[in-house]
């Protein structure tokens, strides 16, 4: 079987960092994990070519060698998604999706493909290569069980165009004890953590090695602490590897707040090369937090947490949520706030969305709060339920929040100031032993990256003073974190063009909703008028 592997597009967003990749000359921030697995999954004897639409588009040759068309993609890459699938079953293949969008949203896609292979591939994909061998035109594929992931294979890293990805994605597990009420991924995953074995990972890092790469990998998990019993044995024989091999990459990942009350994790993935995570904080207001079932970020002070990593070394992304149930005016504010104090230099603002088959959605399906099915939720778009609170309120606050954040003075202050921590933390002054590489001349795309910061930041942008007063400081106090330093405040191009989307997008919305919620009034008072008419 001939499969053409087929990743959609992601729209622009909060992630999607175009500006910042192509200073550097990348294409996209991280590869398709989930498809290049799927291809290890499925039988060897099958053929395969990717195509990452966010690397290139699908050629003329492609589509005529291709057999059976296979799609995965999450909520936000919905668009290209279906115009994918069209665009396959006009030239008459055989389309198999899976995937994130796909699980949640299947109904949207019945009828549209021929193959909806969901949930977890280790038990989906077989069923779906028996349907195929027993000439089955079409099928649906289930799981109620969720996979042991230690007999996954060594995802196809081979398929990639490695040079057009600025990150690597890996997984160690999959699952969150936790019980977040609007988080869809211990509906997709489970709360039991599953984790693969340290060999495992070590062997996708190797053959990773192997292949030459050797930036930056990003550990998908969506809580990598989750098994924390589990994590510490990976770190313990990660970290000789990484020292044998010269310390050939750096790692992020994503892991929830409670990581600040375990110093030796922490240390361990210092001693490992971690450098960067991405904490779930959402909110500092404790009620709201409660409301959310996110009782683990209300045990210790949430900036004292914040504190605590970046003072142990590893720089901090996170995640903030306005419009909880109860929530008080103000709230965006209190976010801004609160980046602000604890110094996190990218904050990823977001209205909240009910996603299908959260216990949020469940409530408020039940409460008759929802506002239809929608598989268009992000950044830019308006919250898809009725909230406590006024939508007008909520959104003006977040499209507020969201331009404060990313003013160009706010930001490079919380960077510095940011990396002035880190750079105090023991592990940032005693460098770890590289492996000795031939010296390399400074590659042209880096150094067109630095001229264009450097004209943009240092010379016409009304910030300039600060930028290099700055970054003198930076050389004074923290060198060895001048280049990490320079790549954030790199990635300020992008979250300037983002937040003037989010502004217009957000406000065009809230236009649309002021009309619609108009016409519901004047509707409603026409039933009363004819229904006292009527009576009288
Ligand atoms: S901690 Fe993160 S991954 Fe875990 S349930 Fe909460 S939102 Fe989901």
Redesign the pocket.
Same mark, same amino acid.
């Given at each position: 079987m001939r499969a053409l592997l087929l990743y959609p597009l992601f729209p622009k967003s909060f992630w999607s960092f175009e500006k910042a990749l192509d200073l550097v000359g990348r294409k996209a921030l991280l590869p398709p994990l989930g498809l290049i697995t799927v291809a290890a999954i499925l039988p060897r004897e099958w053929e395969f070519k990717l195509v990452d639409r966010n690397v290139r588009s699908v050629t003329e040759a492609e589509w005529d060698w291709a057999e059976i068309v296979i799609l995965s993609g999450m909520i936000v890459q919905k668009g290209d998604m279906l115009d994918q699938i069209r665009e396959a079953k006009r030239r008459k293949k055989k389309v198999a999706i899976g995937g994130p969008y796909a699980t949640s949203f299947y109904k949207e896609l019945q009828g549209e493909v021929d193959y909806l292979v969901l949930d977890e591939g280790e038990i989906t994909l077989p069923m779906f290569v028996e349907a195929i061998e027993k000439g089955e035109e079409s099928g649906i594929f289930r799981a109620t069980e969720k996979p042991d992931v230690t007999s996954t294979p060594i995802p196809r890293y081979d398929l990639l165009e490695l040079d057009a990805y600025s990150e690597m994605s890996v997984q160690f597990s999959r699952g @969150?004890?936790?019980? @977040?009420e609007? @988080?869809d991924?211990?509906v997709l995953y489970g709360r039991k953590p599953r984790t693969k074995t340290p060999q495992q990972l070590i062997a996708e890092l190797e053959y990773l090695y192997e292949l030459g790469w050797r930036r930056t990998i990003f550990l998908v998990d969506?809580?990598f602490i989750?098994n924390k019993r589990n994590v510490k044995l990976l770190l313990r024989a990660l970290q000789p590897w990484m020292e044998e091999k010269g310390y050939p990459f750096t790692f992020g990942t994503?892991a929830?707040v409670d990581l600040a009350q375990d110093q030796e994790l922490m240390d361990l993935m210092t001693a490992c090369n971690f450098g960067t995570v991405f904490l779930?904080i959402e909110t500092p207001d404790e009620g709201s937090l409660e409301v959310t079932k996110?009782f683990?970020n209300t045990r210790d002070p949430l900036s004292e947490s914040v504190h605590k990593i970046i003072s142990s070394g590893i720089r901090i992304m996170a995640g903030f949520i306005i419009g909880f149930d109860g929530e008080k005016s103000g709230a965006g504010d209190r976010v801004v706030e609160f980046v602000e104090k604890s110094t996190i230099p990218l904050a990823l603002f977001s209205m909240l969305q009910a996603l299908p088959d959260t216990a949020l959605w469940h409530r408020l399906e039940k409460e008759g709060r929802l506002i239809g099915e929608s598989g268009d939720v992000n950044q830019t778009t308006l919250m898809n339920f009725m909230p406590t609170r006024s939508v007008e309120e909520i959104a003006r606050e977040y499209v507020e929040g969201f331009w404060r954040l990313y003013d160009p003075q706010n930001y490079l202050d919380r960077t510095y100031k940011h990396y002035r921590i880190l750079g105090e933390a023991p592990c940032h002054k005693t460098p770890k032993p590289r492996k000795k590489k031939a010296k390399k001349k400074m590659e042209w795309a880096t150094i067109k990256a630095l001229l264009i910061i450097f004209w943009r930041q240092g010379i016409l942008r009304k910030t300039r003073s600060t930028f290099w007063y700055y970054l003198w400081e930076m050389f004074r106090h923290n060198r060895r974190g001048v280049p990490s330093y320079l790549t954030v405040c790199a990635q300020i191009e992008h979250f300037l063009e983002y937040r003037q989307i989010v502004k217009e997008q957000i406000e065009a919305q809230l236009s649309a909703y002021q009309a619609r919620m108009k016409e519901i009034e004047a509707e409603s008072q026409v039933k009363e008028q004819e229904i006292s008419a009527i009576a009288s």
């Open positions: @969150c004890p936790f019980q @977040c609007f @988080c991924i211990i969506d809580n989750g994503e929830s779930g996110k683990q």
